[in-house]
């Protein structure tokens, strides 16, 4: 069992920026999981963010909506077992729950129901 623990949502204005932070912990959790970030806006389907997936190895490929790509990135800390997403120029429709996600499958993709671990969620609110 792996478990994620999200941290760093909060209220902020449109052009600020926020950090949010996700921890693993659990027996089976390794380098070899992939660990992404969703979102769930209000009457939204959850729809993926960015995404630091395992390649092999010590590699891993980094990925990002086009909706976020050059306001938010990507980190994963592989010692600290921690994935955090630095998150910039917010938009109101930013607004959202955002989600922790990993996985253990060396393919998985970038569509939440690939991914079999989820945190408990972060609510990030963006004002006008």
């Known amino acids: 069992q792996v478990q994620l623990v999200e941290s760093g949502g909060g209220l902020v204005q449109a052009g600020g920026s926020l950090r949010l932070s996700c921890t693993a912990s659990g027996r089976t959790f390794s380098l070899s999981y992939s660990m992404a970030w969703f979102r769930q806006a209000p009457g939204k389907e959850r729809e993926f963010v960015a995404a630091?997936?395992?390649?092999?190895?010590?590699?891993?490929?980094?990925d990002s909506a086009d909706s976020v790509k050059g306001r938010f990135t990507i980190y994963r800390d592989s010692v600290a077992n921690t994935v955090s997403l630095q998150m910039n120029s917010l938009k109101p429709e930013d607004t959202a729950i955002y989600y922790c996600?990993?996985?253990?499958?060396?393919?998985?993709?970038?569509?939440?129901?690939?991914?079999?671990?989820w945190g408990q969620g972060t609510q990030v609110t963006v004002s006008s």
């Open positions: 630091v997936r395992w390649s092999g190895g010590r590699t891993y490929r980094a």
């Open positions: 996600a990993a996985d253990a499958n060396i393919r998985v993709g970038i569509t939440d129901r690939e991914y079999d671990y």
